[in-house]
């Protein structure tokens, strides 16, 4: 996601419409069926995350957090799945974009890039709690840029090939919901840039 193409759309970063590419889960069933579980696996092992927290309608264990931003303690829930119908009805249309169809927002274009207020973030979709205000920092992007998730537990990272790169991309582990791309030019303690789309969450404020 940071790169110096022109700005040209809303959606995407190349400036052509959206990609619509097959979703992950059509991707893994797919590769599943052809390869059997057991070779998806040891072929990478983000996806055996994803294999292992059911990658269709299976249950998924994740961190819940209070409003006020504290740990509420880990919980096996049921994977929130919707239809593209029903997704579209419940969010913005540049937040769909963005979550159901790995689009990403324009940068600068969103409402927390520049967000300093002390407080974390919530999937736009499902509510999951997917980032913190504490380990957010100035990435220069445009994108809201962290240094890690709020826990490890409640996202997905994994091997994205799209639009001629090799990135790691990063989406929510309780709806599938796609958040953004982590790259391995972060500042300390961990190297990493978690580089998300404003769109894909909800800022939650904590005094
Ligand atoms: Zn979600």
């Known amino acids: 996601m940071s790169n110096n193409l022109p700005e040209q759309s809303q959606l995407s970063i190349t400036g052509v419409a959206p990609v619509r590419r097959p979703n992950r889960r ?9 390869a059997g579980i057991a070779g998806l696996v040891a072929w990478h092992p983000s996806l055996a995350a994803v294999a292992g927290g059911g990658a269709s309608s299976g249950p998924v264990t994740v961190v819940q957090f209070s409003d006020a931003g ?51 973030y919530r999937c736009i979709c499902c509510d999951n709690a997917v980032f913190s205000s504490d380990t957010k920092f100035e990435s220069g992007t445009g994108w809201p840029s962290f240094w890690q998730p709020i826990a490890k537990e409640n996202i997905v990272e994994i091997n994205d090939g799209s639009m001629g790169m090799e990135r790691t991309a990063v989406s929510c582990r309780e709806c599938d919901a796609h958040l953004g791309h982590v790259f391995d030019d972060g500042p300390r303690p961990t190297g990493l840039r978690y580089c998300m789309n404003s769109a894909a969450m909800r800022f939650v404020k904590v005094a």
């Open 70 to 120: 504290k740990p509420i303690g880990k919980v096996t829930i049921p994977r929130v799945v919707r239809s593209d119908a029903e997704w579209k009805q419940k969010l913005a249309p540049i937040s769909f974009e963005v979550t159901r169809q790995a689009g990403t927002e324009r940068a600068y274009s969103g409402s927390t890039w520049n967000n300093h207020d002390h407080g974390f």
């Open 26 to 34: 059509t991707f893994l069933i797919t590769a599943a069926s052809a």
